[in-house]
């Protein structure tokens, strides 16, 4: 028999709603279930990709990961892993120094066994290089096999990737398909094998409700999968609805019914009510002992002006509506979405953007051709308006380098398209609307950082002009892995 802990999407290093004790509370929740699995005398620790939140973790991050897994090593437990879309470099990869320091086996086609079980593992692949994939794995002589992979993956909503095909088509007969990406657990019967997502290890969006865990996956006659909770920060969610007479009084009370001591409170505004603004719901959150805060406003407000309304439901709407009347061509619009709004780190999202039109570039031209906006009269009037038209009309030049083929691009037009779901009105969706929580985590990665958005999105794109000219040298705590090596 063999037993392991089946985790991902550890996210260390995601600094989220800008707190350093929530970067703190990822790489907790990492050691948690490091010690479980030390506690219970397990036979691995396989993680799904993910363990790391950026390419560029700080050495904060890198010191605290490496120190947690030192735990294993000296408790004699293999930490075997694969490479996420979040983390994925050029080249080595963060998982690749672990492994020469003795702390983690970097799981491939070669299988690595563990006790009677052989362990396999396939890298995060953009949508744009999986049909090159062929599934070869060496063979084994094991009891039991089991694939590692990142990525959405069908029979689950929202998948993309063929879960059947890859069991079908892989040279070697896989007992079950161990999963990261998606941040929801989740487990299916596919092709006579056990398809699952361990889920994350704490909450990386507000979506994210329900408890966090690990699976622990028994590989005996058969395969059973068993889900294990770990304590993490409480989140709060407070709901309001608001009369029209009722003003900040009334969220302050709602608030009170609440423990939000030390908790991240998250509070949504419906209705509509007088003196109730974000700013000071979440003032008194915070004196109330949150430890964050956040205000999601979906009440709107109709202004004097009968052809002019104000929206808090969703402030990108307004941006998206721009965009939609700027008569932009089908990749303009995808790099729109990789830069503002999809799931790509902020660190990544130059190379997913490159990655991106150099697909194009290879497939079709056609899709560089500018397209006629929804509203043709505010086109041309942006037009004729001297530098404003100039800014709205001309063309975005990308440098596309040639080193395409590499495995470990992160993701590309297979992003934009998830983003696409992601960024639906601030309505309530249906079950079957809700994308899954990777890419909500992501998008509100985005919305989240409110007013620091626009300097934290030049900051970041001026990091990667500083980066590429200087050999990826160190920023603000962060290193390449070029400068570790």
Known sequence: MTRVVHTGDTHIGYRQYHSPERRDDFLAAFDRVVEDAIEDEMDAVVHAGDLFHDRRPGLVDLHGTISVLRKLRRADIPFLAIVGNHESTHGQQWLDLFETLGLATRLGPSPVLVGDTAFYGLDHVPVSKRDDLDYEFEAHDADAAALVAHGLFQPFDFGDWDAERVLTEASVDFDAMLLGDNHQSEKERVADAWVTYCGSTERASASERDDRG????????????????????????????????????????????????DAVVLVSIEGEGTDVTPARVEEFATNEGALVARVTDRREIESETEDLSVSFADPDDAVRERVREMGLSETAHAVDEIVRASKVADANVRDAVEEHVSTQISETLAAFEPAEGDDPDAAESDAGDGEAGKTNTETLSVSVRSDGDETGDTDNEDESKESSSENVPAKEPSPQETPPAEAVADSETASEEGSAAVDDSASATDEEADTADTDDAEIDGQISMEDYL
């Open 214 to 261: 690990y699976n622990i996956v028994h590989f005996e006659e058969d395969v059973t999968i068993t889900r294990r909770g770990i304590p993490t920060r409480d989140f709060e969610y407070v709901s309001v609805s608001l009369a029209e007479e009722d003003g900040i009084d009334f969220v302050r009370e709602a608030i009170r019914e609440h423990d939000v001591d």
